[in-house]
């Protein structure tokens, strides 16, 4: 086994995995009609003239499908987080409860879902595309590698099931998320 080769195999091996992790993370900010506290990881909010995220100021919880609740450790800025979540523009309106911050979901239309599963087909192609890539750019990496042909080839093999793998896991992370937006 060649060190150079082994390399280059845990490298692509490692970005496809980040890939597959980015995809994941992106899948976790498309609502699917239940409330989620990641819903609000986005939101913004002016602390004393500073712009800070919405998790640093509050506590975030999702008491049931349908509800977010958010309480601020300083309640003065309650007025604060609301504008914040309104200029986030993520179709929620949100309603001051005088010491907390009270998010219903609305539910999907079924013309949203279909919308949202082309925007959920759209990432995973894109990670699809990453992980093609990365197992072109391992490839020209194995072949500037000076080794015997066979050795570049069963390289070359390794990386072609690695990627492979990477896709069918894609796959089940979009089929899993094309349920979750289409169940009612």
């Not at 595309?129 to 194995?142: A, G, L, P, V």
């Not at 492979?164 to 896991?169: A, G, M, W, Y």
């Amino acid at each position: 086994m060649n060190d150079k080769l082994e390399i280059i195999l845990k490298s692509a091996e490692d970005k496809m995995h980040s890939s597959v992790l980015h995809l994941e993370s992106e899948l976790l900010n498309i609502r699917a009609g239940k409330a989620n506290p990641s819903m609000l990881k986005n939101v913004m909010v002016d602390y004393y003239g500073n712009l800070t995220s919405l998790s640093q100021l509050a506590n975030i919880n999702t008491p049931d499908s349908k509800t977010i609740i958010v309480q601020p450790w300083d309640k003065s800025i309650l007025q604060e987080i609301e504008k914040g979540i309104i200029n986030a523009n993520i179709g929620f309106n949100p309603m001051n409860k005088g010491d907390t911050i009270i998010i219903n979901i609305p539910p999907l239309t079924e013309e949203r879902r279909k919308e949202l599963v082309k925007i959920v087909r759209n990432e995973s192609e894109n990670s699809k595309i990453s992980i093609r890539n990365i197992r072109k750019d391992s490839n020209q990496e194995i072949k500037k590698t000076d080794v015997s042909d066979d050795e570049k080839s069963n390289y070359e093999i390794d990386i072609q099931e690695l990627t492979d793998n990477f896709i069918s896991k894609i796959e089940s992370v979009l089929k899993v998320k094309e349920k979750e937006i289409m169940t009612v």
